[in-house]
T-cell receptor
Framework: SQTIHQWPATLVQPVGSPLSLECTVE??????LYWYRQAAGRGLQLLFY??????ISSEVPQNLSASRPQDRQFILSSKKLLLSDSGFYLC?????????????FGDGTRLSIL | AQTVTQSQPEMSVQEAETVTLSCTYD???????LFWYKQPPSRQMILVIR??????QNATENRFSVNFQKAAKSFSLKISDSQLGDAAMYFC????????????????FGKGTKLTVNP
């Protein structure tokens, strides 16, 4: 069966520090991968999605970036964090050409910027 | 662009009773998918139920069912025999059936409804 792992679960970082959040999927090949952010009391905002290695699409201009160095690995990064980057970050995957198949989410990373 | 609206920021229900959560969406497309996700305090997003727009029959999953009204662009979730474990944020989501691969599979979420279940 397929599983998705996301880490770390929680992270406290000072303003201006770098960021690296990692997400990996097991049990499937060539998945679509997604990074979402959920601000407190808000819905999910899609940040990036990827349909293949090295293929990244950005939905929202910001100081974050994403990379997909391997088929089932998706990384969210920043060179300098802002206070506004605080939130709950979720990674998700779906079957490539998924039709009615849902997206499956990781457990999330709670990021606090001090 | 498609939008999803959940007009009830919070709802409450007594244990064993039935509650309906509302969702409306705006789209010019004829083929799409709709989902309800549940996010308990643990924050994990869990799929509750899905509906294909081309299907007239409303989807059901055990105690969960939907009332899909395509013409009205409405997709409400009914929870029967509510249990304490149903307490969570519930998100309605839309996905187009067309467009670029990966891009067409983006989910558009509503802002959520917080459901409280009272014992």
């Amino acid at each position: 069966s397929q599983t998705i792992h996301q880490w770390p679960a929680t992270l406290v970082q000072p303003v201006g520090s770098p960021l690296s959040l990692e997400c990996t999927v097991e049990g499937t090949s060539n998945p679509n991968l997604y990074w979402y952010r959920q601000a407190a009391g808000r819905g999910l905002q899609l940040l990036f999605y990827s349909v293949g290695i090295g293929q990244i699409s950005s939905e929202v201009p910001q100081n974050l970036s994403a990379s997909r160095p391997q088929d089932r690995q998706f990384i969210l990064s920043s060179k300098k964090l802002l206070l506004s980057d605080s939130g709950f970050y979720l990674c998700a995957w779906s079957v490539y050409g998924s039709g009615n198949q849902p997206q499956h989410f990781g457990d999330g990373t709670r990021l606090s910027i001090l | 662009a498609q939008t999803v609206t959940q007009s009830q920021p919070e709802m409450s229900v007594q244990e064993a009773e039935t509650v309906t959560l509302s969702c409306t969406y705006d789209t010019s497309e004829s083929d799409y998918y709709l989902f309800w996700y549940k996010q308990p305090p643990s924050r994990q997003m869990i799929l509750v139920i899905r509906q294909e727009a081309y299907k007239q029959q409303n989807a059901t999953e055990n105690r969960f069912s939907v009332n899909f009204q395509k013409a009205a662009k409405s997709f409400s979730l009914k929870i029967s025999d509510s249990q304490l474990g149903d307490a969570a944020m519930y998100f309605c989501a839309y996905r187009s059936a067309w467009g670029t691969q990966g891009g067409s599979e983006k989910l558009v979420f509503g802002k959520g409804t917080k459901l409280t279940v009272n014992p």
